[in-house]
């Protein structure tokens, strides 16, 4: 039972309904860099968006998929997640330094990963993208429109976290 609580955690926190988005996606880098040693570097700058809870799910799915991916393939040492708002979009990329992949990959039926990345960016009208090239590392970027447009002009909230010697 313990386990099937974490595996139920692991894929949607408590965090994600109760902090948001942002906080989400500190906690599951954090949670990142103690299990794998990698070093994640964090960069948002959002302003206050209201993105509701179906694409805030979305999303961090997709990092979270995009961070399994790197673990499993990518033999990454640094990982730079950026989390902005551009216009009315809210734009998610990660990049890894990591051994990168021929792209013919992304159309592979065995790359299940990828396809449910995929799948979760069109459910919710955002679009995906991702670079590789062998041993030059990837990049996963994912744009999400009209996102922005619930900004209500505060003051955009920047936030930069090393998780590297974190615990």
């Known amino acids: 039972m313990r ?3 974490d595996i139920s955690l692991d894929l949607r926190p ?3 309904d109760d902090l948001g988005l942002i ?3 500190e906690w599951q880098a954090r949670e990142y860099r103690i299990r794998t040693g990698v070093h994640c570097e964090l960069s948002i700058e959002l302003g206050d968006l209201m993105v509701d809870a179906e694409r805030s799910t979305a999303l961090f799915r997709i990092f979270q998929e995009t961070l399994t991916n790197i673990a499993r393939h990518s033999g ?3 990982i730079q997640l950026a989390l902005e708002q551009d216009g009315d ?3 998610l990329q990660v990049k890894d330094d990591g051994r990168g992949f021929n792209e013919s990959k992304l159309l592979s039926p065995d790359s299940l990963g990828l396809l449910g990345m995929r799948e979760r960016a069109l459910l919710i009208g955002a679009g995906l993208e991702i670079r590789s ?3 030059e590392g990837t990049m996963v970027t994912v744009v999400l429109p009209g996102a922005a447009a619930e900004s209500n002009g505060q003051q955009t ?3 930069r976290r090393d998780h590297t ?3």
């Open 23 to 25: 906080a989400a996606m």
């Open 133 to 135: 090239r062998p041993r």
């Open 3 to 5: 386990r099937v609580r």
């Open 89 to 91: 979009c809210v734009v």
């Open 14 to 16: 408590a965090m994600l």
């Open 165 to 167: 010697n974190r615990r």
């Open 76 to 78: 990454a040492r640094n």
């Open 157 to 159: 909230r920047t936030t």
